[in-house]
């Protein structure tokens, strides 16, 4: 960090996102963790099991629907449990709120 070059990597990094062609398909860099106003979903890899935690079994599952919902209502979820405020100023949709509902309804059900 001295001599800037960390910082300079990073700016260069996240800028050069955007130019069309550096990354091999764009919606990788709109589906970029915080793109959305959203902090990131869990992402897990192998082994499936690893000290007694297991991979949630609908991201084992195949359904691309399903894995969508999940990585969405986390992504809410997450959000609400360590940054709240982010939410106060996005307008989110039926469905959000609807994922979100149910993780809160969730959380504390687990949590009693």
Known sequence: ??????????LIDSVSRFVPGVLGDFASAEEDSF????????????????DDLEVPSVLKSG??????????????????????????????TDEQEQLLAEFIKETRNNSK
């Open 35 to 50: 793109a959305n106003g959203l902090l990131d979903c869990p992402h897990y890899t192998r082994p499936e099991v690893l």
């Open 1 to 10: 960090m001295t001599g800037g070059e960390i910082p300079a990597m990073t």
């Open 63 to 92: 359904n691309h629907k399903d894995i969508r919902r999940w990585r969405l209502q986390q992504s809410l979820g997450r959000t609400w449990l360590r940054r709240p405020e982010l939410l106060e100023n996005l307008a989110l």
